[in-house]
């Protein structure tokens, strides 16, 4: 990499002192005016573009270089989106340089050096805005690193926050840009100000987007990962923009939902629960015998207070009703889990548990009869 770095700025150096060096020994030849320069003008353009080019080439790789010795040090991995972003806007910058230290040495007309002026100050714009970005993106791919395994608030502030300040610093490149070339900004606010009514209402759709995506950050009734069910949609929170939420179903579909409808929606997360509760109805039959459904209950009692986090004094384990075929036992508790892989895990157990002391004990379990065994079926009229 640095003997790259090295060659790119020898030979950028050694172009530019031969270009110098044919300028001043051909310097009569190339007098000649083409689209309103002579040809020694437009030939010191050239070399000029060419170093710059390296020059900005070389600033690239340091900066890579740079960014990859941070990360073995301190351990933060940065995207490939910010290590190129923060690239591209030094080697704008290097390149806008070299344009100017060419300038003086051109001795170009004055309005072509306008337009070369104006020009660079808009590739140094450019630069800028994509420095600042890739600072951005670092400072919140760092914080979010560190975050990883802490608070939930955290982690839906920051990709919010990172989007917000990314749309707010993009609005102020686009000004300074415009007032670069000319454009009055001060007016076009104010213009902006005057016709604010008339974009709304033509943008309504995203001013209720923009709108949901701040009830999102205020509210904060999910982060990324969390399991919700909004209306009708279920899965598992991946991305939120300012515009939209994407969301993993259990189908593995991607389904974006429009950060309007939170405003309205009423919004399930069950990754928040703290809490899982369990409820299990089981039946036996009426041959068995009360003692034995003690022993039964009891078992299954101690087997929850013992061997599974159960939450204390929340667990139910009762017999709760006598029906027309069966004898019901209620099992209800809360798992203090955090996932849902662990509730279903814990659930297993304890579905075992209660077919093992059942077989165990010998009761027999009675079904639930279904709703169109026992109701006769409904026949349609035959027609005339």
Request: net charge positive; aromatic share 8%; charged share 20%.
């Amino acid at each position: 990499m640095r003997r790259t770095g090295a060659i790119m700025v020898a030979l950028g150096i050694a172009s530019f002192a031969g270009g110098q060096r044919v300028a001043d020994r051909y310097g009569e030849n190339l007098s000649g005016i083409f689209w309103g320069l002579a040809l020694w003008q437009w030939v010191g353009i050239l070399i000029a573009l060419v170093f710059g080019l390296l020059v900005a080439t070389t600033v690239h790789l340091v900066t890579k270089r740079i960014l990859h010795l941070r990360e073995r040090i301190w351990g933060t991995k940065f995207s490939r989106t910010t290590s190129r972003g923060l690239g591209q806007g030094a080697a704008m910058v290097a390149l806008v340089l070299v344009g100017y230290a060419a300038i003086p040495n051109l001795t170009l007309p004055t309005n072509f050096v306008a337009n070369f002026q104006l020009v660079l100050e808009a590739l140094s714009i450019a630069g800028g805005v994509l420095i600042v970005l890739g600072l951005w993106d670092a400072v919140c791919e760092a914080i979010a690193h560190r975050s990883s395994h802490v608070a939930r608030a955290e982690r839906l502030l920051i990709p919010v926050t990172r989007k917000l300040v990314r749309f707010l610093i993009l609005v102020v490149g686009l000004l300074v840009t415009l007032g670069t070339f000319g454009v009055n900004v001060t007016g076009l606010i104010a213009g902006l100000g005057i016709g604010g009514l008339v974009v709304a209402l033509a943008a309504k759709d995203s001013v209720e987007n923009i709108f949901g995506s701040l009830t999102i950050l205020f509210d904060m009734p999910f982060a990324l990962g969390d399991w919700v069910k909004i209306d009708k949609v279920e899965g598992v929170v991946e991305e939120i923009n300012l515009r939209s939420t994407r969301i993993r179903s259990f189908e593995d579909s991607m389904i974006t939902l429009p950060n309007s409808n939170l405003i309205k929606a009423s919004v399930e997360n069950f990754g928040a629960r703290r809490f899982r509760r369990q409820k299990i109805s089981v039946r036996f039959a009426y041959d068995s015998k009360p003692d034995v459904l003690a022993k039964f209950v009891e078992a299954i009692r101690v087997y929850l207070k013992d061997e599974l986090p159960a939450m204390e004094g929340r667990t139910i384990v009762r017999m709760n009703e006598l029906a027309e075929t069966s004898i019901g036992v209620l099992i209800q508790c809360f798992f203090e889990v955090d996932t849902y892989d662990e509730e279903l895990r814990l659930r297993e157990q304890l579905l075992t548990q209660i077919l093992t002391l059942a077989r165990r004990l010998r009761l027999l379990f009675v079904p639930l009869p279904h709703p169109a065994m026992d109701e006769p079926e409904e026949k349609t009229p035959a027609k005339n």
